[in-house]
């Protein structure tokens, strides 16, 4: 790894692991697992990282009789495991390898052997990273310096006939641990105390010689001076550090340097120089990212690296560069969304299938074959790389070949982010898109329509919105008095649209939110001369305007007709009384639809008939999983070999032809949210199994008032788009019901045309 060597030693790691196993030497074995984990997670490949370390700790953990050195490897795994869920943005399950591994350095080890504090300091170094990455600075402040001084006690304490190799393991573990604390107390504002840490920490690293202690003494350099805003100095630092990030394959690395030397353009006012930095750190997340086969390692490592995306957006603005602005966020955006979703083998639809094992298959033979070149010299060398060149070419081919054939499959496995003449192109004429991106300080907000497009920037505390947001949706849910609604929702209306009222000339919204703004019901903003947002535009959402060029050739449907379930038998408790009539009432408006209630409306027979509906309309209760959103569901009768429970993992399955799926149930637009601003619910599941637009409910709805506004909007609907057909359903409702609760719940998600 020093000398650059990484991809070798993985590859001889990874050949002496199969020749232990096939001699049946576990502790061999072992040993090499947990050698090529501890090169993998350097060279930031983490999903063979967790792969190795779990095989090593199998093989290990339960073999009697283990050497001084194998206790020490023990204690390295829990370490090596913690360290790629770190990297991968994955926390608490980077803190339980951890935790784990202090407790066996503690107890197995500490009572029986010389030096294991080492282990000990080590453990507690990696906890105090989690820690400082939580923003608990003190704590890892702390666990830093208890580390570094277990490590100057065993160094000042050491026999002169000491081991040479634990005299140098001391030496890093004193390095590491004095670099972590120099970074904690920068965090805390105490610079000086950050720097005297420093300098101790380099005072040990030049004894050893290791690139990677140097790596991170460079970079904290680097953010000390940042934080004094001398900002040549800080470039220094980190282009110092660059090339041996890049010598030794520190991909990781690479990704934060990157952006700590864009922050140090942008201090020294060359934001264009920002740009090429934030360009290359961009191109690397999403070269990880590309490795990792688990979805939540996905969702995690982009999540954790949203603050990148961010800052070049800010940058393109400072460059006045508003459709580049406008193209990173629609990545950042993008991608967490897909990543969340989870890979492209578990949505597979019947249409995509084949598709997806395609890819699969050819991504295992382009491993294959890296792995292959990676141990090979001379005349097998050429061929392994050829090898290697062949699959890339057919790879990339069979990815442009999808992007003909189906592009948003294209788009879970590849990045595809929208550009700005790509959105303008698919808006119809009297439609205006409005984007928007919370940051901790600011609003950047676009304001597109079909021949223009403008960016601009409302100060506004992100704590501040999140509390207005919840204290709207608080005082509506609880019903309070409209007087006080109508205030909190005229402040809102103040903030996110009166800055970007003068440029919108359609009457049609389409909304792309961000962060909080998801839980935020837009038709009940109030204007200053006193209208509901609702009586003033009509107003769809997009979870990103990327899929709008996904959603545009749904649009189109067979005019098969309509299937309406309402009231499912799922329990006296549950029972919705006028969700049967609201039901009926779809196919009163529409002759020839099939309306299933109680019994009949179950989950084998949605299955059974979806496909084939040009409209489905569920007047049910959902059942919202925050924490395994993938196990969100609508509430259907069970039977057949199904539990009722129609989940979104299942929709995602479904190959559908509807024009329009409406969710007349409670809080069915929720679902979990994630640092890559994407909601995964069930609107969402709709809209992948083929669906344009979906109609959704932020909260729980009045069963009587959804009844009016149900018929309503299915008389509008003949001779209306959607969401326009929604908008007029819900001023008709609001003159019976004037209250927010009873009409501004309802939401359409989708294409609305």
Avoid at 56 to 81: F, T
């Amino acid at each position: 790894m020093e000398r650059g060597e990484g991809r070798p030693a993985l590859a001889f790691y990874q050949s002496a692991a199969a020749d232990a196993e096939q001699r049946g030497a576990r502790v061999d074995a072992g040993t090499a697992h947990a050698c090529v984990a501890f090169v993998a997670v350097r060279l930031s490949e983490i999903q063979k990282a967790l792969a190795s370390g779990r095989k090593a700790l199998d093989l290990l953990r339960d073999e009697p009789n283990l050497s001084n050195d194998q206790m020490g490897l023990m204690v390295s795994i829990y370490s090596v495991l913690g360290s790629a869920y770190r990297n991968a943005g994955d926390r608490p399950q980077a803190r339980k390898w951890y935790e784990e591994g202090l407790a066996y350095a503690r107890s197995t080890v500490s009572p029986q052997r010389r030096g294991a504090a080492m282990w000990v300091a080590g453990m507690l170094r990696q906890i105090a990273q989690i820690t400082y990455q939580e923003h608990d600075y003190t704590d890892a402040r702390d666990r830093a310096q208890e580390a570094a001084t277990l490590a100057e006690h065993f160094l000042g304490g050491a026999p002169p006939r000491t081991n040479p190799r634990a005299i140098d393991n001391g030496r890093r573990q004193a390095a590491e641990s004095l670099a972590l604390l120099a970074k904690a107390q920068l965090a805390l504002g105490d610079k000086d105390a950050a720097e005297a840490a420093l300098k101790r920490a380099g005072q040990y690293s030049r004894l050893v010689g290791l690139v990677e202690v140097d790596l991170d003494i460079l970079t904290t350099a680097g953010q000390v001076a940042l934080a004094r805003n001398d900002f040549a100095a800080a470039l220094s630092e980190f282009q110092k550090a660059l090339p041996q990030a890049e010598r030794i394959g520190r991909v990781g690395t690479l990704v934060q340097l990157h952006q700590l030397e864009a922050r140090s353009y942008a201090g020294l006012g060359r934001p264009a120089d920002a740009l090429t930095s934030l360009r290359r750190s961009m191109d690397l997340i999403e070269e990880i990212r590309g490795t990792l086969q688990e979805s939540s390692l996905r969702s995690g490592y982009v999540e954790d690296k949203q603050g990148i995306y961010q800052f070049a957006v800010r940058m393109a603005l400072r460059t006045r560069n508003s459709a580049d602005a406008f193209a990173f966020a629609e990545r950042a955006r993008a991608r967490a969304f897909l990543d969340l979703l989870g890979n492209s083998t578990t949505l597979s639809k019947g249409r995509t299938r084949a598709l997806v094992q395609e890819e699969v298959q050819l991504r295992a033979r382009l491993a294959e074959a890296q792995a292959l070149a990676s141990d090979s010299d001379g005349g097998e060398a050429r061929r392994a790389k050829e090898a290697v060149e062949a699959a890339d070419r057919d790879y990339r081919a069979f990815l442009e070949r999808v992007r003909k054939e189906n592009v948003e499959q294209a788009s879970l496995m590849t990045v595809e982010p929208v550009t700005l003449a790509e959105i303008q192109g698919l808006l119809p004429e009297g439609t205006t898109l409005v984007e928007y991106l919370v940051g901790v300080t600011d609003i950047v907000v676009w304001i597109v329509e079909r021949h223009r497009a403008r960016a601009l920037t409302v100060r506004s505390a992100r704590a501040d919105l999140v509390a207005r947001v919840r204290a709207l949706r608080t005082a509506i849910a609880d019903q309070a008095p409209v007087a006080d609604i109508e205030s909190q929702a005229t402040a809102l209306y103040d903030v996110l649209l009166a800055p970007a009222r003068a440029e919108i000339r359609g009457s049609r919204l389409l909304i792309v939110p961000h962060d909080v703004l998801h839980y935020l019901p837009f038709a009940a903003l109030r204007s200053p001369i006193g209208h509901w947002l609702v009586e003033d535009y009509a107003i769809a959402t997009l979870p990103s305007a990327s899929v709008l060029k996904y959603l545009a050739a749904k649009t189109e449907t067979s005019g098969a007709r309509p299937l309406a379930l309402g009231n499912p038998d799922v329990g006296s408790a549950l029972n919705l009384r006028y969700a049967e009539r609201e039901a009926r009432a779809v196919g009163e408006a529409y002759p020839g639809t099939t309306v299933l209630v109680r019994a009949e409306a179950s989950e084998a027979r949605v299955k059974a008939l979806a496909a084939g509906a040009g409209l489905l309309h569920f007047a049910t209760h959902a059942e919202l999983n925050e924490n395994e959103p993938m196990s969100s569901a609508l509430l259907l009768t069970p039977g057949e070999g199904e539990d009722g429970r129609l989940e979104v993992r299942e929709l995602f399955g479904l190959d559908l032809h509807a024009r329009l799926v409406v969710l007349s149930a409670c809080e069915t637009g929720l679902g979990k949210l994630s640092r890559g601003d994407d909601l995964v619910g069930l609107q969402r599941a709709f809209l992948y199994a083929g669906t344009p637009a979906v109609v959704t409910t932020f909260w729980k709805v009045d069963d009587r008032a959804s009844f009016v506004l149900m018929r309503e909007f299915y008389v509008r609907l003949k001779t209306a788009a959607p969401g326009e057909a929604l908008s007029l359903a819900q001023r008709e409702t609001l003159r019976q019901f004037p209250h927010p609760f009873a009409w501004a719940a309802y939401g359409l998600t989708g294409a609305p045309w």
